[in-house]
DNA sequence: CCATCCACGTTTTTT
DNA sequence: ACGTGGATGG
């Protein structure tokens, strides 16, 4: 493989290590994945390796599928062989084939963090732990941090011996894992854990992966907590090929067991390692990256080293203060559309990030207002929403009736008059006779005390059973559908014909679109592959780079990716960094949250500004805050002088006069037109040609649409209060109009009858080809117009 | 058994 | 401010 011109000298060493141990620290922004890919194309190409024996091990899916094209296509045939994946998918794949040898079925079900707050509620009922006292989420927590450290139930027993609160603990741990094993469930952490131990107790399966495994890497290295850190070391122990690529800069997730420690012994550990720093960064401006150095130069107990830069310095970094963090979110949404209006940015250009995913909330509203297209990665997961949750419990019954959780979250949804005292009659028989709950249920006529409930049940159990019944022969979708069908879900919500239903009915319509891409995209399609694959997808997975919306996401969500603009907001103390991080006296809390403000600002490629503001609204009371310390730590001479003390409110003023937008003063002039006063305005200025969309910008105008700021804000507002990610905004407008041909990924081609207002969205009623007039929301249905 | 009301607790997040 | 979950009364 040619690698003349690719790469810089670091990185070409990197890429042709030979064996043994390799630790990689790469600042932000210096070329990791192609160094990472890089190499594992050549091991291929050069060295003779088999793709069959290389393992990648990412955090997250986004990270594993951008690895899995980029290797495919630089490495090419065969290069689907290579294993890329993250670490819990790795695990349950694993799993699913051995572990029979430790115990549990092969059909187990993963449980969220949802899943596993329940089941604690339930346990602490049992054991009687008072959850008063005993809140699920900190028990959660201890559980979840001991399993990270590998410590079992009874050694949790053993060490808490003597003090009655972590003598609870224990005794909820232990409750915990007997109950998860009884429903043949793991939880997120039980995925890493349940595999070490695997390895540890089958030699054999062990001794079959790692010769299977010859060659290692590992991404975001410092991220790694114990159990993932011994999970890596089992696997490498023979061939010892590792490759660890990561930057202690950017670890952020101590709070959830990430240990530094990995990174910063890495070579304790691997004494004969080989250690390559990369520096030069590729991505930022000098500026940017001068303010980054100066920030994280702070923290103490870390690796030393200075990112460094041929590109050129670029403009100074703009420091904002406003009065409000209202204020906040107008200029910077006005910012964002000045500069797109100026043709020389697109909406995906920006990112506005944040410390707490609340603070997304005054610039969603701001940029409804103003009718600029957004995404707001994170806040609840579409796989945590209600439904979701039930009708994935429903297939989870069908699937795998062990799972006592999943009967009981749905064994009353939709009500069917099945209350607390049947439950705890079918439970006391069930675990009496050591049976799951569901076979208690089938059993129910020979339960005493619950005659009433006997037809109720059976309502229940029977659409289960005939699904069951059908489940090999069905599609996943056939399936579904049967069972909401039969069981009454959707009616439920039909009869209800609130917004509420209708919002859920049109997740559930999203599922299905899910449940036809996962048909679509799997080899081998099957319910319990279609309930693997959900139990193991985030949200920032869904971020899509040919869509052209402005991204708002938390710092930690933000890691990774890289804007040309970027908005660092809330650069205030208490806010960011958080107060929880100086209130407790732990200096190590603190060093992280720098490390966060170093991966934000080390986002930017082009542009970054930093804003702040002296008051914010937080949890219902107005909050005065002081500027950010991390503000201070930014050198002065990357600053944008004339942004500085008094200069954002000339800008502000500025910008302001310049029509801006968004005041009462715009709006009144746009409603008057009648038509569309924002659109007239993207129109001009061209903004339709600059940005690709299409759409008639005619309708783009939100405010043309009623003449009444107030009450458009409230329309907006009730759209806000939904939750629903508007990723297609109704303000886009539509690229198909009544007539033309389109086409949806779950019924096919139709033509589209009739459009008609729906308020925060169009309704369109599309005939189908395949299935006939189906009516449906917009900005979900994700319609094509056919060319 | 179910609907309604009040109190509580609110970082960050993957999987 | 806001949603969730438990207690309470019908």
Redesign the pocket.
């Known amino acids: 493989m040619n690698l003349q011109g690719i790469l810089n000298k670091e990185q070409e060493e990197a890429v042709l290590h030979g064996e043994g141990p390799l630790l990689i620290l790469a600042g932000a922004g210096s070329g990791k994945t192609r160094v990472l890919t890089y190499r594992i194309a050549h091991l291929i190409a050069d060295r003779g390796v088999s793709p069959w024996n290389i393992l990648a091990i990412t955090?997250?899916?986004?990270a594993a599928g951008e690895m899995r094209e980029r290797v495919d296509q630089l490495a090419g045939f065969g290069a689907e062989q290579v294993w890329v994946s993250?670490?819990?998918?790795t695990c349950v794949r694993i799993l699913r084939r051995h572990i029979d040898c430790i115990g549990y079925q092969t059909n187990f079900t993963i449980y969220?963090?949802d899943d596993s707050?329940s089941l604690i509620?339930d346990v602490c009922r049992q054991v009687g732990v008072d959850?008063k006292v005993y809140?699920e989420?900190s028990l959660l927590s201890a559980i979840s941090a001991a399993k990270n450290e590998m410590i079992t139930p009874e050694q949790f027993a053993r060490d808490a011996a003597g003090d009655y609160g972590q003598e609870q603990v224990a005794k909820v741990y232990q409750a915990y894992q007997q109950q998860l094993y009884r429903n043949n469930a793991l939880d997120?952490?039980d995925?890493l854990q349940k595999t070490v131990e695997l390895f540890s107790r089958t030699p054999e399966v062990l001794a079959y992966y790692q010769e299977r495994f010859r060659y290692i890497l590992v991404d975001e290295y410092q991220d790694t907590n114990t159990v993932q850190f011994e999970f890596v070391r089992l696997l490498a122990d023979r061939y010892r090929n590792l490759c660890v690529v990561g930057d202690d800069d950017q670890s952020?997730?101590k709070?959830?067991g990430a240990n530094i420690e990995n990174i910063l012994s890495f070579e304790r550990h691997y004494p004969d390692a080989k250690v390559i720093k990369l520096e030069q960064n590729y991505r930022s401006t000098g500026n940017i990256l001068k303010a980054a150095n100066g920030v994280i130069s702070n923290n103490r107990g870390r690796k030393e080293k200075r990112l460094w830069t041929e590109a050129e310095e670029g403009k100074k970094i703009p420091l904002l203060q406003f009065d409000s963090a209202y204020q906040e979110a107008e200029y910077i949404v006005g910012d964002i559309r000045s500069k797109v209006r100026s043709g020389f940015y697109e909406y995906r250009d920006f990112a506005i990030l944040y410390?707490?995913?609340?603070q997304s909330r005054l610039f969603e509203e701001k940029l409804l207002l103003s009718g600029t297209p957004y995404k707001i990665i994170?806040g609840v997961?579409f796989y945590a929403r209600?439904e979701i949750k039930d009708l994935l419990a429903y297939l989870k019954t069908v699937d795998n009736g062990q799972d006592d959780l999943a009967v009981k979250r749905i064994i009353?949804v939709p009500?069917?008059?099945?209350?607390?005292?049947?439950i705890a009659r079918i439970e006391e028989y069930a675990g009496e006779r050591g049976i799951s709950f569901y076979e208690g249920l089938l059993q129910a006529e020979n339960i005493p005390g619950i005659s009433r409930?006997q037809n109720s049940i059976r309502s229940f159990v029977k659409p289960i059973q005939d699904a069951r019944a059908k489940a090999d022969s069905c599609s996943v979708k056939e399936l579904l559908e049967k069972l909401i069908e039969d069981s009454g879900y959707v009616r439920e919500l039909e009869e209800a014909d609130t917004d509420e239903a209708k919002n859920r009915m049109e997740n559930i319509d999203e599922l299905f679109s899910k449940i036809a891409g996962y048909e679509e995209s799997a080899q081998e399609p099957s319910l319990s592959g279609f309930l693997q694959e959900v139990?193991?997808?985030?949200?920032?997975?869904s971020l899509e780079n040919d869509q052209n919306y402005v991204v708002l996401?938390?710092l930690?969500?933000a890691k990774g990716l890289e804007f040309p603009n970027v908005y660092l907001t809330g650069m205030e103390e208490g806010v960011f960094p958080?107060y929880?991080?100086f209130a407790?006296e732990d200096p190590a809390?603190l060093e992280?949250e720098r490390r966060l403000c170093y991966v934000g600002i080390t986002r930017a490629k082009r542009e970054l500004t930093l804003t702040w503001a002296k008051m914010r609204?937080q949890?219902?009371e107005t909050q005065y805050s002081m500027p950010s310390r991390f503000l201070r730590e930014v050198p002065k001479e990357v600053l944008d002088g004339a942004a500085g003390e008094r200069g954002d409110q000339k800008r502000l003023e500025g910008f302001l006069a310049a029509g801006g937008f968004g005041q009462p003063a715009v709006f009144g002039q746009t409603g008057r037109t009648g038509q569309s006063g924002a659109a007239g305005q993207t129109g001009r200025t061209g903004f339709s040609g600059v940005s690709g969309q299409t759409g008639r910008t005619g309708q783009s105008g939100a405010a043309g649409q009623t003449g009444r700021n107030s009450r458009f804000q409230g329309k907006y507002q009730s759209a806000i209060?939904t939750g629903k990610q508007m990723q297609v905004n109704k303000a886009e407008g539509l690229s198909y109009g009544v007539g033309d041909r389109v086409s949806h990924v779950k019924f096919g081609q139709g033509t589209v009858m009739n459009i008609a207002d729906g308020g925060k969205d169009y309704e369109v009623q599309v005939n189908f080809d395949s299935c006939g007039v189906k009516k449906m929301f917009a900005s979900f249905a994700k319609l094509k117009k056919c060319p």
């Open positions: 955090f997250t899916n986004k993250t670490f819990h998918a969220d963090t707050k509620r959850t809140k989420r997120f952490d995925l952020i997730y709070f959830r410390r707490t995913n609340a994170g997961n209600k009353n009500r069917r008059g099945i209350g607390n005292t049947t409930a139990a193991l997808v985030a949200d920032v997975d996401m938390t930690h969500s958080s929880l991080s407790m809390d992280e609204m949890r219902g209060m």
